[in-house]
T-cell receptor, first 115, second 110 residues
Framework: KAGVTQTPRYLIKTRGQQVTLSCSPI?????VSWYQQTPGQGLQFLFE???????NKGNFPGRFSGRQFSNSRSEMNVSTLELGDSALYLC??????????????FGPGTRLTVL | QKEVEQNSGPLSVPEGAIASLNCTYSDRVSQSFFWYRQYSGKSPELIMS????GDKEDGRFTAQLNKASQYVSLLIRDSQPSDSATYLC??????????FGTGTRLKVLA
């Protein structure tokens, strides 16, 4: 069974640009969550999507957005990049069972560097 | 108070010893608990999930959950140098939100 895949694996952007990251979940998983990981802040929850709907959102500015497609693949977008957005962006998928936070499996991540 | 707390470490144990990693959480209605291992520069890898009070064993790993004390732990028996990594505790609620601790760095000394 294929795992969670993320593309691209590495990105270098400059301040003010925007970026789109992609995540394909494990087959059969309908929930996709996005996280930002930095050395100082650890893993911070961005948002979670299930069946093309955002079910939960973390405390990030509106520059961070996401969407999910009918095949459960998800994208996240960061507009007007800032130096502080440099981080490892992780996507995790799960079945998304109703009323239960079930087991999430992580992709390899996208390392974003903002210059 | 942080929602999920872990000692940042490093926790150093000799090869072959038992490593004990601890995690406390603040939300009493939390339902799901997870341990992940993360090597430097890599993504988190699931070790175990636990949903009910008590112990759950998988190979050299045992997770222990005590909801009354809001405490979950991970024991690693016969620790190996390859177990040296950061261990993340995560807590899930019914609102599809997962809160992660900042992780405990484990060093297994050969």
């Amino acid at each position: 069974k294929a795992g969670v895949t993320q593309t691209p694996r590495y990105l270098i952007k400059t301040r003010g640009q925007q970026v789109t990251l992609s995540c394909s979940p494990i087959s059969g998983h309908r929930s996709v969550s996005w996280y930002q990981q930095t050395p100082g802040q650890g893993l911070q929850f961005l948002f979670e999507y299930f069946s093309e709907t955002q079910r939960n959102k973390g405390n990030f500015p509106g520059r961070f957005s996401g969407r999910q497609f009918s095949n459960s693949r998800s994208e996240m977008n960061v507009s007007t990049l800032e130096l502080g957005d440099s981080a490892l962006y992780l996507c995790a998928s799960s079945f998304g069972l109703a009323g239960v936070a079930d087991t999430q499996y992580f992709g390899p991540g996208t390392r974003l560097t903002v210059l | 108070q942080k929602e999920v707390e872990q000692n940042s470490g490093p926790l150093s144990v000799p090869e072959g010893a038992i490593a004990s990693l601890n995690c406390t959480y603040s939300d009493r209605v939390s339902q799901s608990f997870f341990w992940y291992r993360q090597y430097s520069g890599k993504s988190p890898e699931l070790i175990m999930s636990i949903y009910s009070n008590g112990d759950k064993e998988d190979g050299r790993f045992t997770a222990q959950l005590n909801k009354a004390s809001q405490y979950v732990s991970l024991l690693i028996r016969d620790s190996q140098p390859s177990d040296s990594a950061t261990y993340l505790c995560a807590v899930g609620s019914g609102t599809y939100k997962y809160i992660f601790g900042t992780g405990t760095r484990l060093k297994v000394l050969a």
